[in-house]
Each structure stands twice: as structure tokens, then as C-alpha cells.
């Protein structure tokens, strides 16, 4: 998914806020955004490519006709409506760094990121580092590859896929690492760079 894309149209930003509100038809939503129908069917298809809206059922009318369809917001919407995110993973860090042992803390961190990584990953073409990169870049990180060694390969990224939990306590750039330990089954070595503007480096193979 692809959330720029549903941004960049104030007219679909608006279906986006009439269905916070609950599920809605077409012509419900056509009547108060202002716009025909089919309009209204052209925004709601990008919005259900990119995974931010889906269908939940019909409405059958009372008259002869054609059921009229349901729409309301997926759950990726909703997290996208949502700035609480960012700041409780923020207070969370904060509180575990305070209360937990460092081993504890590391430990809590790893089991996070095997968590975090799901079920393994088929090694892209039997390549780590390219499983990494997919992986990284699928939380949102731009990855670039530079070989170090014929087995090892630097995994670097323009920035840090969770740098608020990573300005907050530079150790849980575990999670990072066990979940790319998961999801390559290789060798992870954190080189990572901290600070007000972190930036994702591990070495992989």
C-alpha cells in the first residue's frame, strides 16, 4: 500500500473522513462530498487498491434494484488517521529502559523483532541481504546494498524505520535485528548509527 497516493486528493481525503464517521454507500457518500456517483466510484477504487478502504456488505432497497454496496475504512485507515502511535511506543521504551535490566531489555527487544518479522521469509534468490532489504523496505526504509565480503553484505538505510523508539533507547535497534535474524535465518550484525537522526546498518551474511 501506497498511503501518498490516497493524500494527494483533497476529494478522496474527504471520502476518507465521511466513513470515519461509519460505513457508507455510494450515493451516500456522492451526497455529501458533492460529487456524482461515479466520481465517487473512481476514488473509492484507488482507496481500495491502496488498502485503505474495503467492502462490508450490500443494502437491498425496499424497490426492485440492484443492492447498493457498503464501504467503510480498513484498518490501515485507521492507523493512518492516527498520531497516538509514534508517542506510546515512545513512553513504552521510555518505561522499559527505566524498570528492565539491560539483558531483560535486549531480550524484550529480540523477542519483539522475531514477532515482528512473522513467519520466515523464502531467502529472496538465496540472498540475505536481499531479504533484508525487501524487509526494511516494506516497513517503509529506503535500503541501499554494498558487499563487504563474497558472504557478507552492509544493509544500509537512509534512516531508521523505528527511530522514535530508537531516539528514545538506541538498544532497540534489537528489534530491528531479530527480526531481519528471522526473516534472512543468516548472521546480523547491528552497525547502526544513533542520535537525533538514526540510520539503519547491519551487516548481513
Known amino acids: 500500500m501506497d498511503e501518498r497516493l490516497a493524500a494527494t486528493d483533497p476529494t478522496r481525503d474527504r471520502v476518507l473522513e465521511a466513513l470515519r464517521f461509519g460505513a457508507k454507500t455510494v450515493e451516500a457518500l456522492a451526497g455529501m462530498i458533492g460529487v456524482t456517483r461515479n466520481a465517487i466510484r473512481v476514488h473509492l477504487a484507488t482507496l481500495g487498491r491502496d488498502g485503505l478502504i474495503e467492502?462490508?456488505?450490500?443494502?437491498?432497497?425496499?424497490?426492485?434494484?440492484?443492492?447498493?454496496?457498503?464501504?467503510?475504512?480498513?484498518?490501515?485507515?485507521?492507523?493512518?488517521?492516527?498520531?497516538?502511535?509514534p508517542a506510546t511506543?515512545?513512553?513504552?521504551?521510555?518505561?522499559?529502559?527505566?524498570?528492565?535490566?539491560?539483558?531483560?531489555?535486549?531480550?524484550?527487544?529480540?523477542?519483539?523483532?522475531?514477532?515482528?518479522?512473522?513467519?520466515?521469509?523464502?531467502?529472496?534468490?538465496?540472498?540475505?541481504a536481499l531479504t533484508a532489504?525487501?524487509?526494511?523496505?516494506?516497513?517503509g526504509a529506503a535500503v541501499t546494498l554494498s558487499a563487504i565480503s563474497g558472504t557478507t553484505t552492509m544493509v544500509s538505510g537512509a534512516a531508521c524505520p523505528l527511530a522514535?523508539?530508537?531516539r528514545e533507547c538506541p538498544?532497540?535497534?534489537?528489534?530491528?535485528?531479530?527480526?531481519?535474524?528471522?526473516?534472512?535465518?543468516?548472521?546480523v550484525v547491528t552497525c547502526c548509527v544513533h542520535g537525533d537522526s538514526p540510520r539503519c546498518n547491519f551487516e548481513v551474511g
Do not use: W
Not at 171 to 187: D, K, P
Open 55 to 85: 467492502s462490508t456488505g450490500v443494502i437491498r432497497s425496499p424497490t426492485p434494484g440492484k443492492p447498493a454496496r457498503v464501504y467503510a475504512l480498513t484498518r490501515a485507515a485507521e492507523t493512518r488517521f492516527s498520531s497516538a502511535y
Open 89 to 128: 511506543l515512545t513512553a513504552l521504551i521510555g518505561v522499559l529502559s527505566e524498570q528492565l535490566p539491560a539483558d531483560h531489555l535486549d531480550a524484550l527487544f529480540a523477542a519483539a523483532g522475531s514477532r515482528l518479522a512473522g513467519e520466515p521469509l523464502g531467502v529472496a534468490a538465496n540472498n540475505p
Open 133 to 139: 532489504k525487501r524487509l526494511l523496505e516494506s516497513l
Open 164 to 166: 522514535v523508539a530508537v
Open 171 to 187: 538498544g532497540s535497534c534489537e528489534m530491528v535485528r531479530a527480526m531481519l535474524v528471522r526473516a534472512t535465518a543468516s548472521a
